[in-house]
């Protein structure tokens, strides 16, 4: 899969600018059902037209640039994974844009002459909400209206499941909240954080219960506190584990407020350090609690792996 950075104004090579491609319009933060959708949408237009498929995507988030927001926007995938599922979903370039405020501030007609006429895109593929150009005037009724012809349009329509419309936000919302199955259902697959495994306290081996204590990657999002049911890509095989995510106030000072992730993986003894590793997150087993003391917490953390074994057994 070709990546290529473009920031307005832009200079492509002359390969680049003579291809001709199929193109998936959208910030696509998660990938999920519903991005999905289009993005199979515009690669099946390019088997079509016998032409390149391509997804256009947008660094950082127009958010930082714009501001508006109230709260802080975290990504469900940080860019280099939002690479790195398009390339599992068989897209043939990401065209990654710059977004600063100079872009933020074309009308829609550049953002078509410049981000698609001059991208020789001959096909775009949008969701129905999708809009561009200064304050977002641009929708895909004027993209389509603009086009005289030049490329062709298709609009998907809204992606719902049984209860309201698959996105972004309700995605961020399940996973502040630790509702694992949810995310797992919106994005179509399990939600995972890359990281490395660095040395811990190593407590969990002297009550019986190792841990690979997991550094994750600058930018990913944690969910909540609690324990999970999860799986671990260790060396290019995936294992079944329990994590805890939280500040250990069983050992901790309250006042000690460094997040730890840690996972106990089953039927597992290697040295691992150093490892680069996904975690899949699964199912929350539990919130985080204090216990009396060691009998009660290795009590606990047995109910625990369990109940990971039992799930992992009927999933």
Partial sequence: MNVIHLKYPHQLNEKESNTAYSLALGFFDGVHKGHQAVIGSAIEKAKELNCKSAVMTFDP???????????????????????????????????????????????????????????NIIHVTAGFDYSFGQFGKGNMDMMRELSNGDYGVTVINKLSDDTEKISSTRIRKSLQ????????????????????????????????FPTANI?????????????????????????DGVCNVGYKPTFKNPEDKQLTIE?????????????????????????????????????????????????????
Avoid at 83 to 104: R, Y
Avoid at 194 to 200: A, C, K, L, Y
Avoid at 224 to 229: M, S
């Fill in 215 to 239: 550094q994750p990657q600058d930018g990913n999002f944690i969910p909540a506190t609690g324990v999970y049911a999860v799986r671990i890509l260790v060396q290019d095989k995936w294992y």
């Fill in 61 to 119: 988030h127009p958010s930082i640039v714009l501001g508006g927001r109230k709260e802080k926007v975290f990504y469900i995938t940080p860019l280099q994974q939002k690479i790195h599922i398009l390339k599992e979903l068989g897209v043939d370039t990401v065209f990654v844009v710059q977004f600063t405020s100079d872009f933020a501030k074309l009308s829609p007609e550049d953002f078509i002459n410049f981000f698609i006429r001059d991208l």
């Fill in 177 to 208: 909240d630790g509702d694992m199955e949810v995310v797992h259902d919106l994005l179509g697959r399990p939600f995972e954080v890359p990281g490395i495994v660095v040395h811990g306290d190593k407590r969990g081996r002297t009550i019986g």
């Fill in 263 to 315: 996972v106990h993986i089953l039927d597992f003894n290697k040295n691992i350090y150093g490892e680069e590793v996904v975690v899949g997150w699964y199912k929350r087993i539990r919130s985080e609690k204090k216990f009396d003391g060691i009998e009660a917490l290795k009590s606990q953390i047995e109910k625990d792996k369990q109940e990971a074994i039992s799930y992992f057994q009927t999933h």
